[in-house]
């Protein structure tokens, strides 16, 4: 089966880190770009960040840049974002995927949440 599966969220005071986990199942990640996103109540959902399949190259909306790095391990078929410097306005659900613009068609996980409060 394939499906892609985060891991990691929580409950962090503003200033605290968490690292997010974005595991791939029934497929190699090698040859995908994978993007994480977010969506907070009553918003829309926004890239957060990427890395490409090819060269590692990375991308990071203005919001997170200095804050967030995402990584990948091929060996163990998985993303990681880490977010350091959270602060109350990353709060949302974030979500992985195996694009970097974030097609309707393309492999997403469910979701993990991520609560930043004091």
């Known amino acids: 089966q394939v499906q892609l599966v985060e891991s990691g969220g929580g409950l962090v005071q503003p200033g605290g880190s968490l690292r997010l986990s974005c595991a791939a199942s029934?497929?190699?990640?090698?040859?995908?770009?994978i993007g994480w996103f977010r969506q907070a109540p009553g918003k829309e959902r926004e890239g957060v960040s990427c890395?490409?399949?090819?060269?590692?190259?990375?991308y990071y909306a203005d919001s997170v840049k200095g804050r967030f790095t995402i990584s990948r391990d091929n060996a163990k078929n998985t993303v990681y974002l880490q977010m350091n410097s959270l602060k109350p306005e990353d709060t949302a659900v974030y979500y992985c995927?195996?694009?970097?613009?974030?097609?309707?068609?393309?492999?997403w996980g469910q979701g993990t949440q991520v609560t930043v409060s004091s």
């Open positions: 890395i490409s399949s090819s060269d590692g190259s990375t």
């Open positions: 029934g497929f190699t990640l090698d040859y995908y770009a």
């Open positions: 995927a195996a694009d970097c613009v974030g097609y309707p068609q393309s492999y």
